[in-house]
């Protein structure tokens, strides 16, 4: 299984970024995508998370209303937009992916760096 993110970059402040996590060597079919982020000196926390079947979605609460999660099933590909960015969102964000709603993410991607100037 491999897990490939991009889109990362550095974005002013109230700009946006549109992450990418493309998924190979896995048939999707119950799993479940999430992105993740590990800010400098912090634990890595949740960012939001998609059902590959049924597309439903989940949001850590400081990210709901901006920001957005989608996926593309004919390219195994997920999309985490981000809008209304701010210094503190500046972080390594990490794709991964999980068998079924509740199972321990089993794999995860490299990560792709996103810094916010004020």
């Known amino acids: 299984v491999q897990l490939q993110a991009s889109g990362g970059g550095l974005v002013q402040a109230r700009g946006s970024l549109r992450l990418s996590c493309a998924l190979s060597?896995?048939?999707?079919?119950?799993?479940?995508m999430g992105w993740f982020r590990q800010a400098p000196g912090k634990e890595r926390e949740f960012v939001a998370s998609?059902?590959?079947?049924?597309?439903?979605?989940y949001y850590e609460d400081s990210m709901k209303g901006r920001s957005t999660i989608s996926r593309i099933g004919a390219t195994n590909t997920v999309f985490l937009l981000l809008n209304n960015l701010k210094p503190e969102d500046t972080a390594i964000y990490y794709c991964?992916?999980?068998?079924?709603?509740?199972?321990?993410?089993?794999?995860w991607g490299q990560g792709t760096q996103v810094t916010v100037s004020s």
């Open positions: 991964a992916t999980s068998a079924a709603p509740g199972s321990n993410w089993h794999s």
């Open positions: 060597g896995l048939t999707v079919d119950d799993n479940v």
């Open positions: 998609i059902t590959w079947r049924a597309g439903r979605t």
